[in-house]
């Protein structure tokens, strides 16, 4: 894949699922805004069956230079009949240092760029907590536009929270 701003994205191995199991173990590694719980890890059964990457989504690891710094992942979503109005929906984790530096603009700008040339996608969209500032200016810098609120749609902590919907359309980096 392409290297942007020093980010790259690449299949997840082996290493990274270590990775990954030791920094979004609890809160302190999730942060607020992505913390559920502890629930049971599939990720590496599903990385020994096709490597995270399937044909309703998939994951990537985040690399800053050589360092495996997070990942990116996407699922499909629908706005109509599956067969005829699917979209993917991505979502990010970064490890608490390479947070605030750009790496997750970088690497979802890639991700949005690598589903529009090889799928047949017209919307990649992406949701995140209405005070998440942080992810919300991300998501602007890497090209998606912010759509609405989507009122009481993630259960979280023990209560409802809003969330703010933004997408990129095929050819919305042209356009712009």
Known sequence: MTTTGGVSLRPVTAEDLDLFETAFAGE???GPFQWFGFTAS???RRHAEDGLLGPDGGMLSVLAG???VGRVEWFKSTWGRMDTS???TLGIGLVPGARGRGFGTQAQRQLARYLFEHTRV???QAWTDV???AEQRALEKAG???EGVLRGAQWRGGR???QVLFSILRGDEEKS
């Open 122 to 124: 017209e919307r990649v």
């Open 144 to 146: 998606f536009t912010r």
């Open 42 to 44: 599939r990720l590496r």
């Open 86 to 88: 699917f979209c993917w």
């Open 131 to 133: 005070r998440n500032l």
């Open 160 to 162: 409802w929270h809003d």
């Open 28 to 30: 302190d590694g999730t």
């Open 66 to 68: 050589r360092d495996t």
